[in-house]
């Protein structure tokens, strides 16, 4: 590869904190809350302008769309994302589940209060670029933004990026999955002009089964009801709307008064890395252009989408998996699916899987311990992670990388993160007894 040499140079401090999160999505957020709610100076990074992540960029309403009656949850952030959500009216009932739809423009206000209540220092349109080392130690970030190239060190920092991007460029081992094994990406997107009445009654003279997308289920699971879409994408195949060569799964999610269907997620784009940009451009455009057709198929087939106009595209490409971490543990598939239980728990999370074609609803009260070993990446001190990017194997990611998960995640993440700022250890050395403590009095269920 060709290569030019860049001169030295002093890069300036823009801050300093106690603790830096990178990363705004469901475990950015929940790790900057946490850290900042037990008294530590806190900084919250996002490369976007906004905070939320897969909520608010790639327009994912549906946090917790698997949660049905007997399902056990954590509690803690998690859950008040929903609540927020609700009492500033940015969300509405989900119909195949007991969760909600999350309003995913509204919720970049919700994100904005959350962290203005809680004194984190917001810092937006700014992306990492390196770490500063000292040793095997991370003391702090190298940034770049319209503002130059900065440094802001840290004590801790909490990669919360998705794709362990810190953790790369800190020299932290990682796995990265390629070629087919890569989870498709997708361009979500949001049309208006259905006619709601008219669809939801053709849902119920042709509703879908949980069987009829997920592949390996539970099997008492089969016939739960699931807001899937097949008939009129196997129709414009056939006419040739669809090449039959892409995968296309349209699964509709919030719908409201004026005729809006906020969110379907329908295109699934192969062989997308994630880190790398040349994908990361081919997933934009080729997701936009599979998004139109999958609109075509539906003005022509789907009853009340006949008159369905574009809205709104997601912002960024929606990311499955990338890079994770090889930590101090590595939770399993029989972990997730086995009730596993950990002494250094931080949070708890239902048996509840959608990945690799096994999808898993926790209707029965079934639920794992998360180990804080999976947030803790071999080698770098005083760094950890947390959301999809934690360490496990190839179907814990299927429970893992989910949005609620992520959240446990970095609540652990972030109390431990500031306890050990407060105690002057390393996070590999923090007391898990004190962790585990401050996390029940945020709400969290531990065990």
Not at 62 to 69: A, C, G, L, V
Not at 141 to 163: C, N, P
Request: aromatic share 6%; proline share 3%; net charge neutral.
């Amino acid at each position: 590869m060709k290569t030019i040499r860049e001169p030295s140079r002093d890069v300036p401090v823009m801050a300093e904190t106690d603790v830096l999160v990178v990363g705004s999505g469901p475990g950015g957020l929940a790790a900057a809350l946490a850290a900042a709610r037990e008294g530590v100076d806190t900084m919250l990074v996002e490369r976007y302008g906004c905070f939320g992540g897969n909520i608010t960029q790639a327009q994912v309403e549906t946090i917790s769309w698997y949660r049905h009656e007997k399902t056990v949850e954590a509690g803690g952030i998690g859950v008040e994302f929903e609540k927020r959500a609700k009492e500033m009216g940015g969300s509405r009932k989900n119909r195949e589940s007991d969760g909600e739809y999350l309003n995913t423009e509204l919720f970049k206000c919700v994100a904005d209060k959350l962290t203005e209540e809680a004194c984190i220092v917001p810092l937006l349109h700014c992306l990492a670029v390196d770490t500063v080392m000292q040793g095997d130690t991370v003391k702090g970030l190298i940034v770049e933004s319209k503002s130059g190239r900065q440094a802001i060190l840290a004590k801790r920092v909490i990669d919360a990026s998705g794709d362990a991007d810190i953790a790369h460029h800190a020299g932290a081992p990682y796995r990265k999955a390629s070629g087919d094994e890569l989870m498709s990406a997708t361009v979500s997107f949001g049309c208006g002009g259905v006619d709601v009445k008219r669809f939801l009654e053709y849902v119920e003279l042709n509703p879908a089964r949980l069987a009829d997308w997920a592949g390996a289920t539970s099997g008492q699971q089969d016939d739960l009801f699931t807001p899937y879409l097949d008939e009129p994408i196997k129709k414009a195949k056939q006419e040739g709307l669809i090449p039959q060569n892409i995968r296309v799964e349209v699964i509709w999610h919030s719908l409201t008064e004026n005729g809006d269907a906020t969110h379907i997620n329908a295109v699934r784009i192969r062989g997308i890395d994630p880190t790398n940009v040349w994908d990361l451009t081919r997933g934009e455009i080729e997701g936009r252009k599979q998004a139109m057709s999958v609109l075509k198929a539906l003005k022509k087939y789907a009853p009340g989408f006949e008159n369905a106009v574009l809205r709104t595209f997601g912002s960024s490409l929606g990311v499955r998996a990338s890079r994770k971490i090889i930590g101090e543990y590595n939770i399993t598939e029989h972990d997730v699916r086995n009730q596993a239980c950990f002494e250094d728990s931080i949070g708890i999370f239902p048996e509840f899987l959608d990945a690799y074609n096994i999808v898993i609803i926790p209707t029965s009260g079934r639920y794992f311990q998360v180990p804080y070993g999976i947030t803790v990446p071999q080698k770098v001190e005083n760094l950890l992670v947390s959301g999809r990017c934690v360490a496990g194997d190839r179907i814990s990611h299927a429970a893992t990388r989910q949005m609620m998960c992520c959240a446990v995640t970095g609540q652990g993440a972030g109390v431990a993160a500031a306890i050990s700022v407060k105690h002057n250890v390393t996070c590999r050395e923090v007391n898990i007894k004190a962790v585990q403590k401050a996390l029940e009095k945020q709400g969290v269920r531990i065990a």
